[in-house]
């Protein structure tokens, strides 16, 4: 049987000196640290606009609003990754702070973007809590061409 995922990305690797550079102090601190927002103050928590999401780090998309959900817990939620995405997610066993959960990171540059849990919805059941400032944000504009977002 044929694999019919696409292929993983290229990896992105800049050094400590140069993730410093491209990223402001709370996005390295979540991506290159494995650090974690407080709940309810990332700008993509309570957002709703039709869009991408892509690695804040590489710009490697990740999700779509399509698979977003509120899942109450104020992190950005995803029930998966997007359709065209699905390769660009790692997973790795976390269990750290004395729990057992699934770390999940950008499949190109390593970012930390948060944890998969499963107490999702239908149909996948899974939960991708998602920092924020991992993110990035691409919206569509009324005439199908790009909006910044917020």
Known sequence: MTDRRPPRPEPVTLSEAEWRRR???????VLREKGTERAFTGDLWDHHAPGRYACAGCGLELFTSDEKFDSGCGWPSFSAPAPTAETHIAEAADHSHGMRRV????AACGGHLGHVFPDGPRPTGLRYCINSASLTFA????DGG????P
Do not use: I, S
């Open 103 to 106: 770390e999940v990171m950008c």
């Open 139 to 142: 919206g569509q504009a009324d």
């Open 23 to 29: 990223l402001d102090p709370l996005r390295y601190h």
């Open 146 to 149: 790009e909006d910044p977002g």
